[in-house]
């Protein structure tokens, strides 16, 4: 089986945050959204790496809900 990731991002999100590319919640969230997705495609739900991923969105929905309040 050939999986190809059409929207790639991995590192430019590290990248992003340093260089306060972000605009919107909205825009890092779906960002964060996309790692989880790619993750989840290319290595399998139940894998360390997409359970990583997951534990970053819910640490990032976490920390822009109290923001956001």
Known sequence: ????????????????????KYETRQQFT???????NNCITYNGFNSELTKTAQRMLGMSNKEINQVST
């Open 1 to 20: 089986i050939n999986i190809f990731i059409l929207h790639r991002i991995c590192f430019e999100l590290l990248h992003n945050i340093r260089k306060h």
């Open 30 to 36: 779906e960002h964060v959204n996309l790692i989880v």
